[in-house]
């Protein structure tokens, strides 16, 4: 579906760096560039999207040529027919929730893919109003169906859950999931939070100063080695004390802070603001039903 | 009573001048604010010259290039039948080139504070830049449009070194209400002279506190 080999030189506040990049993204597939910042997983979309160009290489997309610096073509955004949702959303300010994804629409199309989607995220209440007067939930579930009313088979998601609080951001991954399965969407997210990217992808890409450092299913790229956990999940390190020859680990999963012993070899390599995962075999976990 | 001429005149003339003048500026401010040219600070500079060079400078160099002794202006009336010194058409050229900097600078800072999110999202979405431009672009910085508008219209309204340059003092033609206030004084016209500068004063006055009361959003609150 997609290949692409990307090489770009690119100028940060700090200071130069390479992009080399090569993707092979299969069709249907969820696909989630992790990395730091900086590591270049923006520029990545980007250059997919047509906003910026590479120096060197070939992005092919179900066998069309959307750029090849030999042969000289570069499609500009216009014509490469995805969805993209930016960072900041990037609503239209002046037009109500409904006027953005109406201008979405191509010139020949159907408006009735406006009131399908405006009925899958939910929002046939806000429709009639501006994108000022909303949360930021709601704004990212606008920028998510105007981003798919020229049904695209791409669709690339920049960091659009960094900014919403976990119950939000937790409603907002099954939306992203649920337009994924129903539009047949190969989709690209650009994300930080590896609780998501478990929950979400099929393949991540691990970027570190502009090359790739690992793929594969999220699961091996995340655990170094393989566990075979019944039990686990992805927390981050708040705290680390000693208490006479052990440690405790204090690990932060999800809104649950959870204490854990750990001997002096498994926190060599351990600091306060770590992802790590927790994992227990060889027990049987107990179920309670928590009345609301 | 006072002669209304100079006074419909300088109506005209603004009106004439800030209307030309938008249809110029919003592709000069476009390119200005996006473009990466190296000629950029060349033109720039050139745009915003009038802000800070004397008109009559600027007069004098105008009247020196029109003036059909010349070449260029020789070309323009064998070729166009144009005679830009002394008409009206020269003054509208000559204010536009004044007032320049008052309708560009403002529609160059608000088009390049638009976050680049907008225009990309919007070429994503298959729109073509002129599309943009006036559908996404221009309606978000109808502040700025309207802040051009006015000053530039204002700054028209009260030119005297320009107009008295390439211009002159023809009744009916050139006389707009600042050289007419200049003849009244000269002719010891005093009340005369007040009456004009009231008018100017006042329109100005009016001119600018609805731009701030709208800008500010002042009126909205009195409205809703």
Known sequence: MIKATIHKTLRSAAGKMTLAIELDVKKGQFVTLYGPSGAGKTSTLRIIAGLLSPDKGSIMVNDSIWFDKERKINRIPQQRKIGYVFQDYALFPHMTVRKNLEFALDKKQDKAIVDELISIVELEELQDRKPETLSGGQQQRVALARALVQKPEVLLLDEPLSALDIRMRSKLQDYILKV???????????????????KMSDVVYKLQDGGVEKVGKPMTVFASNQLSGKFQFVGEVIDITKEDVIYIVTVLIGQNVVKVVAQEQEIVNLAIGDKVIVASKAFNPVLQKIEV | MIDWGPIILTAKLALVTTVILLIV???????????KSRMKPVIETLVSMPLVLPPTVLGFYLLMAFSPGNSFGAWLQEWFGLRLIFSFSGLVIGSMIYSLPFMVNPIQSGLSGLPSSLSEASYILGKSKLKTLFIVLLPNIKPSLLTGIVLAFAHTVGEFGVVLMIGGNIPEKTKVVSIAIYDEVEALNYAHANTYSMILFLITFIVLLSVYMINGGYLKKFWK
């Open chain 1, 180 to 198: 994924h399965e129903k539009y047949h969407l190969t989709t690209i997210l650009v994300s930080h939070d590896i609780g998501e990217i478990i």
């Open chain 2, 25 to 35: 500026s919003v592709p000069l401010a476009y390119w200005l604010a996006f473009s």
